[in-house]
């Protein structure tokens, strides 16, 4: 109510200060009119005046000029008739009696040579004085004054400032009224709702939001207030489900757990992760820039750490117009809405990132690691590139923890092997840890690589070097083992290189499990939603398949579609009732394998089609583009199955997508042996996606699956999804980091 007075007081000044600036101008401009009428007047008095007092001045008799005056001041205040000299030759008695100056409007005149007007006063009395000169034998003689009075001109003026002060009065009751009303309308009603919607929320309620203040005017004001209500639900949320897991005796990690086991084990320290893909690009549309985030699990699992410790985030600025959003050091404070933590970007060239990214990184170490029956490509300029990404990286490190005593760094992936080492020779005292997302090969095929030694020194110079599975970590300390001379320290699985430890750990990586449905509003059917995706793709089916992958010779595709042919062939009843969607996101094409592939698998897909289809109904739909998750998930909550066939893999992480999505509990997971999740997934149906009769009869198996021992296949499988989440891995990976021991630097060497 106060906040409300206030204004519409405020509100009320401001107007009839505005009123009274326009009544006052308004006021001036009808006083200048009256003045101008007068002196249009006055002129033409003067004019005719002048001519009737010529005679009389010609003969130089004063006293017939005086009786002219006289005579024709009757109904004036006077007339006077002045010399070249300003001395008065006749002057009306009335105005001789009040006059005690010549006016200046005389002096005007005939310093002018023409007519010329002013205000006076004579005995208190408004007086309007016009004098013109007078010519004879065209030769200015003398001056004619005539005074008029001005009285009217007071009066209409009084009148004037009345009548708008009675104005003013009125508005001055009625403005402060409807200004009340009007901000009681404008501001109070949202505001009111505004707050009622938030103590709603603070009660508990989720309701939906309401009409907020105006966007204009209290913009920050509302931005904060939808921050706050969002960070108020999380926070509810998480609470709730902690609440939850207490009872349960059980111990699930959330965003807000990791938060809190950040703050704790790095003990207020930042956190400094580095990798090949932002978290968040630039994209330029058209005339505007939007800001787009990269499908990635990393984003999800990093982002609660970096926010909890206001870390630092260091990558390659990909995005076109991420050169436009940074300030002079290359920052960028991130997310966009709510910046909680730095984006530091790093810029390549062309060649750059041709010879480091395209060229060692996926053409060298990617088929290297991937035993998937494609010659890696090792060439000596792109090894070269590799070196001087992996420095320029460096330097962008080392110039973010120059200020950080003990910093903590997170290297991401194989594209940064040479960068543990790099950091360390110049920071010792840095805890620097690497993890590598894609599996280690054994020792035989690794040591294809000619510069094995170099890339294994630059990942020894980590603390902690990390893979999915056990079975990596023992393929990479035999790998150490036999190229480099060391000590291997198998119980504790830690490489001793003169006398820096290197521990080497598992840690599975995951996703985010869903806390509530998948979709908004009630459960749907999986049934209703698999009618609704076929009858957009235009297929007449009763059973749906999905599989989700870039477009990749590790992947498995083309075993997986020869898989699903054999299927056909050898359970009949279900073509025409069978369809499998590949959702293949084409990947690396500037590379020649991998344009290749992409062309090689929608051929062979439209072969078995065209072997099989019939009208209205087709086996394979391949969608070849980019999906979005929000886009990906209808087709995991419809599918019978999902088809995750990968030659070699890490780890796989729509194996547990798949899982995470199903919260019907419905759904089989037909999962490769040679993929990571298979570690985990023992429910999944495990095949070798090279045995084409034994991927066609997991198929038919899945299909024809008793629905309860399917349920209690999927229950077990998303328990374990559900425990060991992307958070559960990037806490173990923290915890790990945090706990290593840093050693004095005298005890590191380079080599």
Not at 207 to 234: C, N, W, Y
């Amino acid at each position: 109510m106060r906040m409300g007075l206030r204004v519409a007081v405020a509100l009320t000044v401001v107007l009839i200060l505005v009123a009274c600036l326009f009544a006052f101008f308004e006021a001036q401009g009808e006083r200048r009119h009256i003045k101008r009428d007068m002196a249009r007047s006055a002129e033409v008095l003067a004019a005719s005046l002048a001519e009737a007092i010529e005679v009389p001045l010609d003969k130089g008799s004063h006293a017939a000029l005086q009786h002219t005056l006289d005579r024709l001041g009757e109904r004036l205040v006077g007339l006077a008739v002045y010399n070249l000299k300003g001395e008065p030759l006749a002057i009306t008695p009335a105005l001789a009696a009040g006059l005690k100056t010549r006016p200046d409007a005389v002096d005007a005149a005939l310093a002018a040579k023409a007519g010329r007007g002013s205000f006076i006063q004579i005995d208190n009395r408004a007086v309007y004085v016009y004098a013109i000169p007078i010519f004879r034998d065209q030769v200015v003689d003398g001056t004619l004054a005539v005074f008029n009075d001005a009285t009217a001109l007071q009066e209409q003026s009084d009148k004037l400032w009345r009548e708008t002060l009675k104005r003013l009065l009125v508005e001055m009751l009625l403005i402060p009224f409807f200004a009340f009303l009007v901000v009681r309308w404008s501001l109070r009603g949202p505001i009111a709702r505004t707050a009622q919607w938030m103590k709603d929320l603070r009660k508990g309620k989720s309701i939906p939001r309401p009409g907020m203040l105006d966007e204009d005017l209290f913009k920050p004001l509302t931005q904060e207030v939808r921050h706050f209500a969002r960070s108020l639900e999380v926070a509810r949320a998480t609470a709730e489900k902690e609440a939850r897991l207490r009872n349960l005796a059980h111990s699930l990690w959330t965003p807000e757990r990791l938060r809190m086991h950040v703050r704790d084990k790095l003990e207020g320290q930042p956190l400094f992760v580095v990798s090949n893909r932002e978290p968040y690009e630039h994209i330029r549309q058209g005339n505007s820039v939007r800001v787009v985030v990269p499908p990635s699990g990393l984003v999800t699992a990093l982002e609660p750490i970096l926010r909890a410790c206001d870390g630092t985030w260091i990558a390659h600025g990909a995005g076109d117009a991420d050169r436009e959003n940074v300030d002079q050091r290359d920052r960028q404070r991130v997310p966009p809405e709510e910046p909680a933590y730095t984006l530091r970007r790093v810029w390549l060239t062309a060649k750059e990132e041709a010879g480091y990214y395209l060229g060692f990184s996926n053409e060298g170490l990617w088929p290297l690691c991937h035993i998937a029956h494609t010659r890696p490509l090792f060439r000596a300029e792109d090894w070269a590139y590799y070196q001087e990404v992996n420095q320029k990286f460096a330097d962008a490190v080392l110039e973010e923890i120059k200020n950080t005593e003990q910093p903590a760094v997170l290297v991401q992936d194989y594209h940064f092997a040479l960068l543990p080492r790099l950091i360390k020779e110049k920071r010792p005292d840095a805890r620097v840890a690497i993890f590598w997302h894609i599996p280690w090969p054994n020792p035989e095929a690794f040591g294809i690589c000619p510069w094995q030694s170099e890339v294994l020194e630059g990942l020894l110079g980590a603390d902690l070097v990390g893979f999915h599975t056990q079975a990596h970590c023992m393929n990479f300390l035999e790998t150490v083992d036999r190229a480099l001379e060391c000590r291997i320290e198998w119980d504790r699985s830690a490489v001793d290189r003169s006398g820096h430890f290197t521990s080497v750990r598992p840690f599975p990586i995951s996703v985010a499990f869903p806390d509530s449905p998948a979709q908004p509003g009630p459960p749907r059917s999986p049934y209703t939603e698999r009618a609704e995706l076929f009858k957009r793709l235009g297929v007449h089916a009763t059973y749906l398949g999905v599989g989700v992958d870039r477009v990749d010779y590790t992947k498995g595709i083309l075993e997986r579609f020869h898989g699903v042919e054999r299927f056909l062939e050898k359970y009949p009843s279900y073509q025409k009732q069978f369809t499998f969607v590949q959702m293949g996101a084409p990947s690396r094409t500037n590379i020649k394998r991998y344009s290749d592939l992409l062309a090689e698998v929608g051929a062979e897909a439209e072969r078995i089609n065209q072997r099989f289809q019939s009208i209205g109904w087709q086996p394979i739909v391949f969608l070849k583009k980019q999906h979005s998750h929000a886009e990906i998930e209808p087709y995991y909550r419809a599918a019978d199955l999902c088809l995750v066939t990968s030659l070699h893999d890490g780890m796989n992480l729509v194996a547990k997508e798949f899982v995470a999505t199903r919260n019907d509990d419905e759904g089989a997971l037909i999962l490769s042996h040679f993929a990571g999740a298979s570690r985990e997934l023992h429910d999944a149906l495990v095949v070798n996606p090279y045995d084409t009769e034994q991927l066609a009869d997991a198929i038919h198996f899945a299909l024809e699956m008793d629905p309860d021992e399917r349920r209690a296949r999927m229950q077990r499988m998303r328990r374990v999804v559900k425990e060991n989440n992307i958070y559960r891995w990037a806490g173990n990976l923290i915890a790990e980091l945090a706990e290593i021991r840093i050693e004095r630097p005298e005890t590191i060497r380079t080599h």
